[in-house]
């Protein structure tokens, strides 16, 4: 395959998955971010605003998701490193500037 990626392809933030409509022969998946709400407003739960709605093939959403778990599977030993790797560089930056965090890094055994 050679894929081809265009300079105006659009760049969409999300930080979950709202909903996801299964059927035949399409499926819809809807991406949300969190909406911040006015210090002024109490709100008792989050509010969510759908970022994108990603209509395509079930069966290229399923051969997606059997991919993704995959990829994560691979890189799981690279992400856990690289993430405690961070966690130890913001340490030491906090720890110059006299502001310790109490033991904020997961436990990664």
Request: with cysteine; aromatic share 4%; hydrophobic share 40%.
């Amino acid at each position: 395959m050679s894929l081809v990626i265009p300079q105006d392809v659009p760049t969409i933030y999300v930080e979950g998955i709202a909903q996801m409509l299964l059927g035949f022969p399409n499926s819809r998946v809807h991406f949300y971010d969190v909406m911040t709400t006015p210090p002024q407003e109490h709100h008792d739960h989050e509010k969510h605003r759908v970022r994108c709605e990603l209509v395509m093939p079930t069966a290229a959403l399923v051969e997606m998701c059997r991919s993704i778990l995959g990829h994560i599977a691979t890189a799981s030993p690279n992400l856990q490193m690289t993430s405690t790797e961070w966690m130890q560089r913001v340490q030491e930056i906090l720890d110059q500037a006299g502001h310790p965090i109490a033991a904020a890094s997961p436990n990664t055994d």
